[in-house]
């Protein structure tokens, strides 16, 4: 099931490589050194033993249900594989936001249009009762105008979520490595943002927030 996922969430990305091409502007970048370890965050989260199956269908639930649902960041990329496929097949391009436009993860959920910063909000809701903070990778890549990804550190290793299956990594002893896994051993330029610095209500807002060109 996850291999045939990938597939198609692979001819999701080709077929959409204009997504990320507009530059939202963020604020205070943080450093890469003082990302915290999250393990110390959820030391009581319930390990999850029960595997979510790639096909589960997300749309039986209410954006706050599948908050408290998803409770890992595997779970989290498993929710972006299912709403790339979903928001492609319903509305085709236009379904891609192509950067103009950084919507909260309730109107993602109702139906409002993605690109890799909803693949971030997306992933940053989903986690933020599970003890994720809200941090994102801006990697500026050549490309595109740049590309982002949810990013957490967790028993002294970095991993990442996005809206293409290609954004997840795992146990990476950097952030470049996580770059270079995305970038099949390629490095870029990138910063470190706290979404929610940004986008204080990216969880429920209901009003759209316009991104700029920097």
Same mark, same amino acid.
């Given at each position: 099931?996850?291999?045939?996922? *990938?597939?198609?969430?692979?001819?999701?990305?080709?077929?959409?490589?204009?997504?990320?091409?507009?530059?939202?502007?963020?604020?205070?970048?943080?450093?890469?050194?003082?990302?915290? #370890?999250?393990?110390?965050?959820?030391?009581?989260?319930?390990?999850?033993?029960?595997?979510?199956?790639?096909?589960?269908?997300?749309?039986?639930?209410?954006?706050?249900?599948?908050?408290?649902?998803?409770?890992?960041?595997?779970?989290?990329?498993? !929710? #972006? /594989?299912?709403?790339?496929?979903?928001?492609?097949?319903?509305?085709?391009?236009?379904?891609?936001?192509?950067?103009?436009?950084?919507?909260? &993860?309730?109107?993602?959920?109702?139906?409002?249009?993605?690109?890799?910063?909803?693949?971030?909000?997306?992933?940053?809701?989903?986690?933020?009762?599970?003890?994720?903070?809200?941090?994102?990778?801006?990697?500026?890549?050549?490309?595109?105008?740049?590309?982002?990804? &949810?990013?957490?550190? *967790?028993?002294?290793? &970095?991993?990442?979520?996005?809206?293409?299956?290609?954004?997840?990594?795992?146990?990476?002893?950097?952030?470049?490595?996580?770059?270079?896994?995305?970038?099949?051993?390629?490095?870029?330029? !990138?910063?470190?943002?706290?979404?929610?610095?940004?986008?204080?209500?990216?969880? /429920?807002?209901?009003?759209?927030?316009?991104?700029?060109?920097?």
């Amino acid at each position: 099931m996850r291999f045939h996922r *990938k597939i198609r969430s692979i001819l999701c990305a080709s077929l959409l490589l204009a997504g990320c091409s507009y530059r939202p502007f963020f604020s205070g970048e943080i450093k890469s050194n003082l990302i915290k #370890n999250v393990e110390a965050q959820i030391s009581t989260l319930e390990r999850v033993s029960e595997k979510v199956e790639d096909d589960f269908d997300y749309g039986k639930l209410s954006w706050r249900e599948v908050i408290e649902f998803v409770k890992t960041p595997s779970q989290a990329q498993n !929710y #972006n /594989d299912w709403i790339l496929e979903k928001r492609i097949a319903e509305k085709g391009r236009k379904g891609i936001d192509n950067g103009k436009h950084i919507y909260s &993860f309730r109107r993602i959920h109702e139906g409002s249009g993605v690109d890799c910063t909803e693949g971030v909000v997306a992933a940053a809701a989903l986690l933020s009762d599970n003890g994720y903070p809200p941090l994102f990778l801006r990697i500026f890549d050549k490309f595109f105008s740049g590309h982002m990804v &949810f990013i957490y550190k *967790k028993d002294g290793k &970095f991993g990442s979520v996005g809206l293409y299956q290609r954004d997840y990594t795992e146990e990476q002893e950097s952030l470049e490595e996580i770059i270079k896994s995305i970038y099949g051993g390629k490095t870029y330029k !990138y910063k470190v943002y706290n979404l929610k610095e940004n986008f204080p209500d990216f969880i /429920d807002g209901r009003h759209l927030t316009t991104a700029f060109p920097d």
